[in-house]
């Protein structure tokens, strides 16, 4: 399996899922209720609460599913993860949690590492290409696109890797697997 470079530093891998896996994923998120979409946010909000007293981001308070970390499919998809994308001294978070980005919605220019200097790279998977609008963008680089469906995109948490994504269209919603890669072991064990 190997990817493309799209920009120094950004990788992309098409067909990184199999028909399968992109059946079980875009049929659940597809399916899930408004309130299957704000469960995971508000169990997260409580565990960061508790673990830390961090106020929750309320633009994600339905835009966020945690998928079951020991379903046969988010094994799959991370042991692909671990054989193909990363490197040495790279520590993978659990690829498991969809973001959906529904007509109105957008995310704002941001870098990750702001959140911890232990971020790496970020990891997207895109679960469907059906959309209209909501591309990825990355400024410095000129670049702004839609990964095509099944494709998982890698790229740095760095400040000089800020990117975006802009405003979902009408239409269906835009569906997402991310998850982040460490630079240490402990890191990525939290952030699982």
Aim: aromatic share 14%; proline share 5%.
């Amino acid at each position: 399996m190997k990817s493309k470079e799209i920009a120094p530093g950004i990788e992309l891998w098409e067909n990184f899922l199999t028909d399968e896996e992109h059946e079980y994923l875009i049929n659940t998120c597809r399916s899930l209720t408004q309130q299957d979409w704000e469960a995971t946010y508000h169990n997260q909000f409580q565990y960061n609460l508790d673990r830390d007293g961090k106020e929750p981001n309320n633009e994600w308070k339905d835009r966020i599913y945690q998928f079951p970390k020991d379903h046969p499919v988010i094994k799959s998809i991370n042991k692909r993860i671990n054989d193909f994308v990363t490197k040495k001294g790279e520590y993978p978070g659990l690829l498991s949690r969809a973001q959906r980005h529904y007509p109105g919605s957008f995310l704002n220019e941001h870098y990750d590492s702001v959140q911890s200097k232990s971020l790496s790279h970020a990891l997207v998977l895109y679960l469907n290409d059906d959309y209209s609008g909501g591309e990825l963008y990355f400024k410095k680089f000129n670049i702004e696109f839609n990964p095509p469906v099944k494709s998982l995109i890698k790229f740095p948490s760095t400040e000089d890797y800020m990117h975006g994504i802009n405003m979902v269209n009408d239409g269906p919603d835009r569906f997402v697997l991310t998850s982040f890669i460490w630079n240490n072991q402990q890191s990525a064990k939290i952030g699982r």
